[in-house]
C-alpha cells in the first residue's frame, strides 16, 4: 500500500461527517478540542465584556451606568465564567486537542466520552449565558458563601443556576481527567517510557489527577447547598446545627487547588515552548517533574489562606501562612529551570517568547503580592480590598491567559497548516502587556488606599477617582489588544499562505505529521526511543507516512490503535474505539435535562431523567462489547498483541479506577463535612440521636460482602470457562440488600430538615443507596450480557470492572454505618 492509499483508507475510517452535521456526532479528538478551544475562546470574549462593563461602572465616582443588583451579576457572572467556563476549558480543549499528537497516537482512551464531555460542558454554559441574558444571573460572587446564598437571603432561581450550571459543568472537567489520566499512562507510542514523555504530558497528568481530587468537594458543596435551598436540609444554617464555614471550607478546599489547576497547564505550555524557542533541551527534566508533583501535594494544604479572616486559632493561621509561603519553593524550581533553558540556549524572540516574557514579568510579580497576602496581618489589613484582585489577577491572567496567547500562536500553525501573514500580534501583544498592567497595578494602588472590592460606587471624597479612572482605560486598551489577537486569529484561518512541516523545528512528535493533521493523527505510530524523536530522525514523518511505524495496515471500517505498559512503554495490547456517534450529545441533553428538572423543579420529571440517564448509559455500554473472541492482532514491526477485551486491566477498568478516586474524594468531603459540623457546629449533639439498628448493620454488611465475593466467583468461574451464573446471583441478592439496608437508614434518620445531624445522616444514607442502587444495575447489566453470549474467557473486561464497583460500595459501607450509629455509642 503506497502512501497516498493509506491515507485514503485511514481517512475514510477516521473522518467525521463533513459539514456542521458532523458536529453533532464527531467523536474524534481533534474536532472535539477545537470545539472545545472555540466555546471556551467564546465564553472568554463574554467575561472580557462583563470585565469592561465593571470598569465602565467604577471609571467615574457615583457612576449609575450598573446599580448594585446589576453589578453584583457583573462581577459574580464575570469571576464565574473566567474560571468555569474559559480557564479550565481551555485546558481541557488544549490538552483534547494535542496529548494524542504529542504521544503519538491516534485518539485519546474513551472518544465518546470526550464528545459527552464537551456537550456536558456546552448546555451546562448555555444555561449559565441564558440566566445572564435573562438577568437572573448569580450574584452572590464567584464562591457564593452562605448565609448570603442561602434560602434565606437569596430567595430567587440566581443561585440555583450557578450551583445546577456549574456541577453540570463540571461534569465535563471529571470525565476530561479521568480520560487524560488514562490516555497519558496507558496510550502513547510503544517505546515512550515515563521518563521520555513530552513535558506537557507530565503537566497535564498532574493537573488530571488535581481535577480528579480538587473537584469533588466543590461539587459536594454545591450539592449540599442546592438541596438546602430546595428542600431545607439544614447544612450551613447555625440555627439548626449547620454552619455556614463549612461551605468556605469545601470551596477552598477545591478553591486553592483550582488555581494550580489553571496555572499548571500553562506552566506545561511554558516548559514546552521554551526549548524550543532556545533551541535546546529542557534544562533539569526531572527536577521539573518533581517540582510539578511537589506543588500539587502543597496546594491540597492550603487552603485556609483563604479563610485567615474568619476566626481560626492562631496555631492554625501560623501553620496555613507557612505553608502558603513554602509554595515558593517548587514554583522557585520550574522558574530557575526555564532561565537555565533561555541560558544554555540560543533563545529566538519569536511572537510566542514575547508572550512568555509578558508571563514571567507578571507572573512574578503575581507571586510576590502572593507573599505578602500569605503574612497574615497583611491579609486582615487587604482583605476584600482591590488588592486582592489584583493579585488574583496578576496570578490568573499572568499565569494562564499570557501563556495561552503563547499557545495560540505556537500551535496554530498546526491545526491551520498556514503561517502568519498579517504580523498584527506583536502590536497587539504591546497593547495587552500595557494595558494589563496599568488596569492592575492601579488596582493594588487603590486597594492598599482603601477600595473594596464587589462595591459599585465611591465617593469624590476618598481620593479614588485618578486611579480609578487609569485602570479603566487600561482595561480598555487591553480589550483592544485582545480584538486584534481575534482579528488575526480569524485572518490567519482564512489566508493560504502553507506552512512547512515543523515551522519551529521542534522535536516533538506534534509535528511529525502533515498539516493540518488528519483525522488519524499518523498513518503509522512511531518508535519512540528519546525525549525528542524529531530530532533524532527528520525524517520520521515520511516514514510513519510510509507506512514503516505500527498499525500501517489499516483493516476496513476499524479504527484502532494500541496501549503501552505504564512504565517502560513496551506495547502491551491492541484497542478498537468505537465510530462517530449521536450517543454523545443525546446522554448529554438527558443528563441536563435531570439538571433542567431540578433548576426548575419540576420534580416529577426528575426520576424520568434519571431513568433516561440509566437506559442510555446501558445502551453506551452495551455497544462496547463483541460476541466472538478477537484474539490477537498483528500490529506490525513483528509484534502481536492481545485485544484490549481480554484482559483483566482493561482501559474501561483503569477509568473506571480514576473516576472512583473522585468519587472517594467525594465522599472523604462529605466524611469531612460531618466530621466539622460535629465537633464545630453549636447546637451538638442534636435532641435526637439515632439508635443502632443490628438488622441495617447486619444487612449491610452481608449485602457488600455479598457483592464482592460474587462478582469474585463470577470471574473465576468465566476464566475457567464456566458459566458465571451462580456467582452473578450472589452479587444479585448482596447489592438488592445492601440497597435494602441504606434505603432502610434513610427512613431512620430523624428530622433531616429539622437539624444538620439528620440532614448529614440522610446524605450519607443516599450516597449509599444510589451505589448499591448502581450495583443493583450493573449486575443486571452482566447478567443481561451472559444471557446474550457476550462473555467468554477471551472476554473477561466486563467482570473486573464491576468488581470494582464492588469493592469500593463494601468500603464506603463501614465508614457510613460508623457515621450514623457513633454518635449515639458515644452518647
Ligand atoms: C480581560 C481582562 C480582565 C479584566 C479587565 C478584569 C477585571 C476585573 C475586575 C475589575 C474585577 C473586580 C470586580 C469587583 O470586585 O468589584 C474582577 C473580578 C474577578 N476576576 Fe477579572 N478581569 C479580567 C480577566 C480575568 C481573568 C482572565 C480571570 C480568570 C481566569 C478573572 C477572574 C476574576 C475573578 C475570579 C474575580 C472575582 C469575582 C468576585 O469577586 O466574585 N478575571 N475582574
Ligand atoms: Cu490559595
Known sequence: MNALKRHRRLDAIWSSQPG???WFSTVNHSDVGRMFLATAFFHFLVGGVLAMLIRAQLATPHSAFAGPEIYNQLFTMHGTIMMFLFAIPTFEGLAIYLLPKMLGTRDLAYPRLTAYGFWCYFFGGA????????GIAPDGGWFMYPPLTGPIYSPGINTDFWLIGITFVEISAICAAVEFT???LKYRAPGMSLAKMPIFAWYALVTSLMILTGFPPLILGSILLEVERAFGLPFFQAEHGGDSLLWQHLFWLFGHPEVYIIFLPAAGVVSTIIPVMARTTLLGYGWVVAAVVALAFLSFGLWVHHMFATGIPHMGLAFFSAASTLVAVPTGIQIFAWIGTLWKGRPQLHLPMLHILGFFVTFVIGGLTGVMVAVVPFDWQVHDTAFVT??????LFGGFVFPMLAAIYYWLPLATGRKRFFRLGEV??????FGFHLTFLAMHWVGLMGQRRRIPTYAPEDGWTTINLISSIGGFIMAIGLAIVLLEVVLHMTTRHRVARNPWRSGSLEWAMTLPPPAYNFASLPHVEGRDPLWADEALA?????????????????????????????????????????LPIVFSAVTGLFFLSLLLKVYWLTPLAVAGVAAVGWGWVWTLGRREDPGTQDVGR?????????VARSPGWWGSLFLLVANATFFGSLLFGYAFLWTVAPDWPPPALIAPSLFVVAVALAGAAFGVAGIALADRANRRGGAPVSGLGIALLGTLGSAAAFAWLMIGTPDPAGHAYGATLFVLGAYGLFHAALAVLMTCFLIARLRSGFMAPGRAAGLPIVGLWMAYLALVTVPILLAAYLPWVLA
Open 542 to 582: 515520511v516514514r510513519l507516512a510510509r507506512g514503516e511505524g505500527y498499525l500501517g495496515d489499516p483493516p476496513d471500517g476499524q479504527r484502532e490503535t494500541l496501549t503501552v505498559d505504564i512504565a517502560t512503554g513496551d506495547p502491551d495490547y491492541h484497542v478498537v474505539y468505537p465510530a462517530n456517534t449521536r
Open 20 to 22: 456542521w452535521k458532523g
Open 182 to 184: 488514562v490516555s497519558i
Open 428 to 433: 497587539a501583544f504591546a497593547l495587552v502587556f
Open 127 to 134: 444555561m449559565l449565558l441564558l440566566s445572564l441574558v435573562l
Open 390 to 395: 489584583a493579585h488574583l489577577h496578576y496570578v
Open 638 to 646: 513483528g509484534v502481536r498483541l492481545p485485544s484490549s477485551d481480554s
